[in-house]
């Protein structure tokens, strides 16, 4: 049996049975990673002395226990702006080239109280900045489904870390699509969970009130076992909170309404994406989920009103970089300590993060707020309450995650604009705070391409809190097309 | 357009040494990306309130008590300080 092939509840079911120990679990996806991480780059660093170790300890408890947590021997990876104690934490930066973390994630935190073993850390956007993994400044991360492409951004190390088999599950996170468009890219799930469900304490922040932790997996189920396992209220994020229950969460097909909004299926998007989308949502429709057209009128201007607030918040946020407590510095090379500052951050930052620094100080500038960031800000109000309308009388939404498929590497890093145009179907998501699930429905195989062709994500979007629903009505489809 | 001198007084602000030639490259990215983000300006916003957090955000407070955790800690993070004195960051003097 290979086990790198299994799911987390059959690793699970495994353990439990004897069938294989932890070790052996660790051992395979080692040698996975070992095999394919040379052409993929899904890993920034691995540490193999601490994961057979945590292997160990989790052998130890699965041999003194008849029940122990689902993620219990279960190996994983976490996105490289997640602090692991004592491991590298470099966000992708050459600012954070030489930073030790000093404490744990508290989504980290729970899975080692679920005695989880951590693989390594993963390759992302510097920042969690961009699309594609590109701009990361320690090379791009390939996609394992055709590695002259991108395997999406920013978390493109850890959708294709899962995709290549090289962990059992990632965590990511996503601050306007930086979880679902990899997941897209790679084809596994991948949930943007609401704001404010999961801690943010130890993730290095990009923007404040867009940021959210969630998983990537191979099955929607996956991505709710480690979700249940990360959620909840940390006394160290005043932010979040705990996820309420849904009451009636029994869900009847025949009940179920699903809204599809007519602005996300006009000029841009990739006919061959857009058709196996239509499929996706025919297959609901025959399964007896009512299907309606909706409209969110300021769709247009999500994207506009997100490249603003991002980098706004990012340029505050990325101003603690400065040479003095930590990170990469030139305190040493200079002897005024405005060019500490100045030198520091012209050399440690890369291209895009020092971009977006810029649109955010001058949106942020006297004379350019009200203009901007305020506006923008407004616009905001309109994005959400265009959803709170749409969720009056449907239970969900379905999008495309992309309009395009997974592109060639270095085919949009010269222009920023095109980049960002790929996030056009999932910022409006973290403007509004709502959940949001990325599941692979279907392959294009394009011409030029031989193999297996490249995976297509349907976006589940839901109400606030409402992580649940959405989870379920991602694993209707995996039920029956398994 | 935005010009160049704007481009040099934003990188000041935002505390990066630019070159010359990444002024010329910031100059032209910035003013296509702010053009793009010009279609903000349709939207009729006169009577919106700003959106700042998704939802209602509440202050959270907490007793003001030595946190013997944070203490241990103290070590670790100033042992991430590129220069440092006894218990202090060492910062170059300002005042001349």
Do not use: W
Not at chain 1, 69 to 96: F, Q, Y
Not at chain 1, 439 to 462: A, D, E, F, S, Y
């Amino acid at each position: 049996m290979d086990l790198t092939e299994l799911t987390i509840r059959q690793a699970h079911e495994g353990l439990k049975k004897k069938e294989f120990s932890a070790l052996e679990i660790c051992r395979s996806f080692l040698d996975n990673v070992k095999k394919k991480d040379k052409e993929i780059s899904a890993f920034l660093n691995t540490n193999e002395e601490l994961s057979l170790s945590l292997a160990k300890d989790a052998d130890e408890i699965i041999s003194k226990n008849k029940d122990f947590p689902l993620l219990t021997g279960v190996p994983c990876a976490i996105k490289d702006n997640m602090l692991v104690e004592g491991l590298k934490c470099t966000a992708g930066s050459r600012i954070l080239d030489n930073y030790i973390a000093p404490y744990n994630a508290t989504v980290v935190e729970k899975l080692k109280k679920e005695n989880a073993v951590i693989l390594g850390k993963t390759n992302l956007d510097e920042f969690a900045m961009g699309s594609s993994t590109e701009n990361s400044a320690f090379g791009p991360t390939r996609n394992p489904h055709d590695t002259s492409r991108v395997p999406g951004g920013s978390s493109g190390g850890s959708a294709a870390a899962v995709a290549a088999e090289e962990c059992l599950f990632a965590l990511g996170s996503d601050t306007g699509g930086s979880i679902r468009l990899p997941a897209s890219f790679c084809g596994v799930a991948g949930l943007k969970p609401t704001y404010g469900a999961v801690s943010r304490y130890g993730l290095i922040a990009f923007a404040s009130s867009l940021d959210q932790i969630g998983p990537l997996a191979k099955t929607v189920e996956d991505c709710q076992i480690v979700f249940d396992a990360i959620k909840g209220k940390d006394p160290l994020d005043s932010t979040s909170v705990e996820t309420p229950k849904i009451e009636n969460c029994k869900l009847k097909i025949e009940n179920l309404r699903i809204g599809v909004p007519k602005e996300y299926f006009v000029k841009g998007i990739d006919p061959e994406v857009e058709k196996v989308i239509k499929e996706a949502i025919k297959k609901y429709e025959e399964m007896g989920v009512k299907i309606e057209e909706v409209s969110l009128p300021n769709t247009k201007y999500a994207l506009p009103c997100y490249y603003i607030i991002a980098p706004s918040e990012a340029s505050a946020n990325l101003a603690r970089y400065d040479g003095i407590k930590y990170g990469m510095s030139e305190a040493e090379k200079n002897s005024n300590l405005l060019d500490v500052y100045l030198n520091t951050r012209g050399k440690g930052f890369g291209a895009e993060v020092r971009r977006r620094i810029m649109l955010g100080t001058y949106s942020l500038s006297s004379g350019y707020y009200e203009a901007y960031y305020l506006r923008a800000q407004k616009v905001r109000t309109l994005v959400k309450r265009d959803f709170e309308k749409v969720f009056q009388k449907v239970d969900a939404i379905f999008t495309p995650v992309s309009p395009v498929l997974p592109f060639k590497i270095g085919e949009k890093i010269e222009d920023p604009l095109s980049m960002y145009l790929v996030d056009v179907y999932t910022v409006s998501i973290n403007l509004a705070g709502l959940p949001a699930l990325s599941l692979p429905v279907g392959k294009v195989t394009p011409h030029q391409n031989g193999g297996g062709g490249l995976p297509v994500g349907l976006q589940i979007i839901g109400k606030p809190f409402e992580e649940e629903k959405i989870l379920k009505v991602g694993k209707l489809f995996q039920e029956i097309h398994a | 357009m935005i010009s160049k001198d704007e481009v040099k007084h934003i990188a000041k602000l935002a505390r990066l040494a630019l070159t010359e030639k990444e002024v010329e490259k910031f100059q032209k990215e910035l003013s296509s990306i702010l053009n793009y983000v010009e279609e903000l300006k349709e939207v009729n916003v006169s009577d919106i309130a700003a959106t700042s957090h998704p939802f209602e955000a509440k202050n959270v407070v907490r007793r003001d008590e030595e946190n013997k955790k944070q203490i241990t800690n103290n070590k670790k993070l100033l042992d991430l300080a590129p220069e440092k004195e006894k218990d202090y960051l060492k910062v170059k003097s300002i005042l001349r």
